[in-house]
């Protein structure tokens, strides 16, 4: 007669733990992003692909392959940046290069890199144009539209919600 089955309640656990991870390593790379870099306060985002809306004061993942290469971005072409201003809304600059949505303040353009290299400003004044975001960081050294500009929705990967 055949030895029923002997369970380990050790090893049982090694193997749900094995298991948790495998799917947990094939899920979390699509549902879950890490940011390093200190140009957001947060830096662990849960996704949520293929967003239909995106608004102002919301995070998105998009990926830029020509802005990446432009500031030297090596290891990814994606990027996690603040809707500051969105299709519709008034932006405007002022002489002081401070950056205004609808009349509200979002940030001031700096004039020169943490290198010491002069920064090309973005100067617009007027309504977004349709498909297009105007992004942001929440440090003071974050290169985003202040210097770069519009950002086409159509990049757009993920919408993304902070975790911590």
């Known amino acids: 007669m055949p030895k029923p089955l002997d369970l380990d309640f050790r090893n049982w656990r090694l193997w749900m733990a094995i298991t948790c991870l495998l799917i947990a390593g094939t899920l979390l790379p699509y549902k879950v992003s890490v940011t390093l870099t200190p140009s957001l306060k947060h830096r662990v985002y849960w996704l949520t692909r293929n967003p239909d809306r995106v608004g102002r004061g919301e995070y998105v993942l998009f990926h830029d392959k020509e802005l990446a290469a432009r500031i030297g971005m090596k290891k990814s072409e994606d990027m996690m940046k603040l809707v500051g201003c969105n299709e519709g809304d008034q932006l405007t600059v002022d002489a ?59 990049r757009i990967l993920a919408k993304a919600y902070p975790i911590f």
């Open 96 to 154: 002081e290069k401070k950056f205004y949505c609808n009349g509200e303040y979002l940030v001031r353009a700096k004039d020169l890199s943490l290198k010491g290299a002069p920064l090309q400003h973005f100067a617009f004044n007027g309504m977004v144009p349709k498909g297009a975001m105007f992004v942001m960081g929440e440090h003071k050294d974050s290169y985003d539209s202040r210097y770069f500009g519009f950002v086409d929705k159509s």
